[in-house]
């Protein structure tokens, strides 16, 4: 495997199920990311982890719990969410050295479908 | 409110032709500029970059301008191929580690 990786590819889900979404970077980079993707919306980041902790959470519902066991890997756990959580959902990785501007390389994404 | 706009949601070129994508930022402090190439069932994947004390950078066919006075960005693809169509986004960054993304504009090159 090379670059990020996501499973699943595709998620259907009801409001009372709990889920997770797995990441993967094969890249050696020591930051990882969560963002949503909405249909005709911009990105919007939800957390980001620098090397293994959590530095970012952009104000996101409890419903979802990131969780970055080490620098490799990082989980989405979803648990009684909204129709609207409905999205396509992606994580990405860099490497980040203070003072140098990083570049994100994204995963294929989870499409989320909440009924 | 958006930090960083894409107003085109679409654009349609001929091949062979220049396609030019657009995109404005509000925010002074990003100094770090990137776009990113998404096809359909794929991640976005990082295309180029400039930083703010550039106004200019090119790779191949591709070439990208910052204006800094008029917190605008551009994307020139020149000539465009039909592999080309894709939803192109722009992102913005203030530090490292921080991005904003617009919402993307779809390019539909025509054989």
């Known amino acids: 495997e090379t670059g990020v990786t996501q499973t699943p590819r595709h998620l259907v889900m009801g409001m009372t199920n709990k889920k997770s979404l797995k990441c993967e970077q094969h890249l050696g980079h020591n930051a990882m990311y969560w963002y949503k993707q909405s249909a005709k919306k911009p990105l919007e980041l939800m957390f980001v982890y620098n090397f293994k902790e959590q530095t970012e959470n952009n104000s996101v519902p409890s419903r979802f719990s990131p969780e970055c066991p080490n620098s490799s890997h990082l989980f989405l756990h979803l648990h009684t969410l909204q129709p609207e959580d409905s999205a396509l959902y992606l994580c990405?990785?860099?490497?980040?050295?203070?003072?140098?501007?990083?570049?994100?390389?994204f995963g294929p994404g989870t499409r989320l479908t909440v009924l | 409110d958006q930090q960083v706009k894409q107003n085109s949601p679409s654009l349609s070129v001929q091949e062979g032709r220049i396609s030019i994508l657009n995109c404005d930022y509000t925010?002074?402090?990003?100094?770090?500029f990137l776009w990113y190439k998404k096809y359909p069932a794929e991640g976005p994947t990082f295309l180029i970059s400039?930083?703010?004390?550039?106004d200019k950078n090119e790779d191949g066919r591709f070439t990208v301008f910052l204006n800094k006075s008029a917190k605008h960005l551009s994307l020139h693809i020149v000539p465009s191929q039909p592999g080309d169509s894709a939803v192109y986004f722009c992102?913005?960054?203030?530090?490292?580690?921080?991005?904003?993304f617009g919402s993307g504009t779809k390019l539909n090159v025509k054989p």
């Open positions: 400039i930083s703010s004390i550039k």
């Open positions: 992102a913005a960054s203030p530090h490292f580690n921080k991005f904003y």
């Open positions: 990405a990785s860099s490497q980040v050295d203070r003072g140098a501007p990083d570049t994100q390389y």
């Open positions: 925010n002074s402090m990003f100094d770090y």
